[in-house]
């Protein structure tokens, strides 16, 4: 059977470290067979979240539909169908860019949260599928989950999807030249995470 892997790239240029980096995840799990498709959240129309909770009212294990009508629904749909999923984003802010932050708002529906229970659960507490988290910072990459709340916005958007990390890649010193070029090692990193999806 075809692994399908789906990355969810929330930088806000093409070509840039995180984008060459998922990119590279992408290549190592093509090398083992797998298909993969990339969202740009740049070139996606996704609103923000208005907080209604009109998706969380409802109980079950299926995700709760929200109801606006934008681009966000056809994405989730691919990755339900993904058996593994990379999401990347810069650090900015010392967090994740801000339409990576929509995005993960926007995933409220995979929890059940009826008005009057304090707090919401998850619908799934089984993870279906792997994933690899992705960032890059000026300043050192072990610094990435120690000082900014950029890691657990990754690992959060990932439980959401129903995903295990099996994998990071965090990508530091990357401000020091407009292009920042991936050194061999970081491609062939994440080439080894990329096998691992796969």
């Not at 934008?70 to 801000?98: F, Q, R």
């Not at 959401?160 to 990508?171: F, I, P, Q, S």
Request: proline fraction near 5%; glycine fraction near 8%.
């Amino acid at each position: 059977m075809i692994t399908k892997v789906v990355a969810v790239v929330g930088s806000y240029r093409k070509g840039g470290t995180v984008d060459n980096a998922v990119e590279a995840v992408l290549e190592g799990a093509r090398e083992k067979g797998a298909e993969t498709v990339t969202f740009y959240l740049s070139e996606k129309h996704i609103e923000f979240c208005t907080n209604c909770r009109k998706c969380v009212q409802e109980p079950g294990e299926e995700r709760g539909k929200c109801a606006q009508q934008d681009d966000l629904e056809p994405m989730l749909e691919k990755i339900e169908a993904a058996d593994a999923v990379v999401l990347g984003s810069p650090v900015n802010c010392y967090n994740v860019t801000a339409i990576f932050r929509r995005f993960l708002e926007r995933l409220l529906g995979y929890s059940y949260w009826p008005w009057k229970q304090p707090t919401p659960k998850f619908r799934r507490k089984k993870t279906t599928r792997k994933a690899v988290l992705v960032a890059s910072s000026a300043m050192p990459g072990f610094l990435i989950p120690l000082v900014t709340g950029a890691a657990k916005a990754l690992r959060l958007t990932a439980k959401m999807l129903g995903a295990k990390t099996v994998g990071k890649l965090w990508l530091g010193l990357v401000a020091g030249e407009p292009h920042h070029e991936l050194s061999a090692k970081d491609r062939e990193r994440a080439r080894d995470l990329g096998r691992k999806l796969a």
